[in-house]
């Protein structure tokens, strides 16, 4: 078949979508598939700050990265007005310049969504946090008119769209039951890993290059933005602020990261490092003693972060600052790898933290339960073989 996937994060931005899909599209290459990619061109989240050509073809794939008008604007309006314009060009390449057998689209944004379905090519719809749903819980659209055409948007994929591919149990039942999709339409995949490249390690090297031999150190790594709340992170150093053999370590950009910085002003005992490239994030979740998920209260759609995979694969214990009854505590709960704890509740996450610290058995359990899961549910040849499947199914080929 003839695939062409299109992603707004493409590697090497340091993105979890970014990674995901150069795994998932190699991967098409060795199953015999012909695959191009269409990706925004990245002003971030770049660990090296090299130049990233335009177009390339790596591993078989052929990448083409559009630069943006906007480069990556931190307001809500100039955001939409950057996936409207993003998503425009995309439209305009579909109908003149890309003649696949079938699109894999992932979603967010929604525009970019929209604009494959309008194509009219047989669509495949990576559906990750549900917009504008998730927008709307965690306040960033509240006009009615613009939450009514959003809405309208969304029924438009979801009428064009012939699979849908999902990483959440909650996703499917959002699907199937809310928006009344055949379940032949949908399948469950989890967020995959390349097990052989997150195999666990001691991360020894990391930790004597940053200094952290003697101290326990508990890492969030990954995009700091609206939906991450990390003001438990915060309560619970300033708690601690006297114990120097504690360290929170926050790896990472992103629109909060400002924030969060004040807000750790003075605390010793909390550590920013800039985005690290992909074997480096892999080396700095090894090197930590727990690793962080941290999701904000207000967001009730299913939403299991790309970090859990990897914290899993790498046998860590996760600390999970989540919603009660997420997908994502959830998850964590039934892996049976880490301890779930509330948004903003600094001293429970202590707590959780002091838990883990006194016991290594139960670290060293957890982590090896996180291993097992993630070589059931997460492994990467699998996820292949369920997108496979759907991209057949919808170009008719199956």
């Known amino acids: 078949m003839r695939v062409l996937i299109v992603v707004d994060r493409y590697a090497p931005e340091a993105r979890s979508a970014a990674h995901l899909y150069e795994d998932l599209a190699k991967g098409l290459v060795r199953r015999g598939h012909e695959v191009a990619v269409v990706a925004k061109k990245p002003t971030e989240n770049l660990p090296d700050g090299s130049e990233i050509p335009g177009t ?15 480069g990556e604007p931190r307001s809500t309006l100039l955001k939409g007005l950057d996936q409207a314009l993003f998503a425009l060009r995309v439209w305009v390449r579909l109908q003149f310049l890309e003649h696949p057998d079938v699109v894999l689209v992932y ?13 009219r090519h047989p669509l495949v719809v990576n559906l990750h946090d549900i917009y504008p749903r998730t927008a709307v819980e965690l306040g960033r659209l509240s006009s009615p008119t613009l939450i009514a055409a959003a809405e309208r948007l969304e029924e438009f994929v979801y009428r064009r769209a012939r699979r849908f591919v999902v990483p959440a149990p909650d996703s499917v039942l959002y699907l199937t039951e809310e928006k009344g999709i055949p379940a032949d339409r949908v399948r469950l995949c989890y967020n995959w890993v390349d097990l052989k ?17 003697g101290r326990f150190v508990v890492t969030y790594a990954g995009l700091v933005g609206v939906a991450q709340d990390l003001s438990a992170v915060i309560d619970a150093a300033r708690k601690a602020k006297a114990d120097a053999r504690l360290l929170f370590l926050i790896i990472g950009e992103g629109s909060e990261l400002a924030r969060w910085r004040r807000e750790a ?3 010793a005992n909390i550590r920013f490092l800039p985005t690290l490239p992909r074997e480096g994030y892999l080396e700095s979740l090894r090197g930590s003693d727990a690793c962080l998920l941290a999701l ?10 790309g970090k859990l995979p990897n914290i899993m694969a790498v046998a860590k214990p996760v600390l999970a600052v989540v919603p009660e009854g ?13 301890l779930v704890t509330p948004p903003g509740d600094g001293a429970a996450l202590l707590d959780a933290v002091e838990r883990l610290r006194a016991d290594s058995g139960l670290r060293a359990r957890m982590g090896e339960a996180g291993r097992r899961f993630a070589e059931e549910r997460f492994a990467l040849d699998g996820a292949i073989t369920a997108f496979a499947v759907a991209l057949a199914e919808a170009a008719g080929k199956a």
Do not use: N, Q
């Open 197 to 213: 490249a997150t195999a666990p390690g001691d991360g020894s090297a990391f930790r004597k290059a940053h200094g952290l031999e």
């Open 107 to 119: 979603s967010p944004p929604l525009l970019l969504a929209a604009a494959c379905a309008a194509a």
């Open 296 to 305: 904000s209260a207000d967001l009730k759609s299913p939403a299991i972060p």
């Open 265 to 267: 002003d003075g605390l």
């Open 56 to 70: 390339e073809v790596k591993d078989g794939v052929r990448v083409v990265r559009m630069r943006s008008y906007l």
């Open 326 to 338: 997420s997908a994502a505590a959830r998850t964590v709960l039934e892996a049976g790898c880490g």
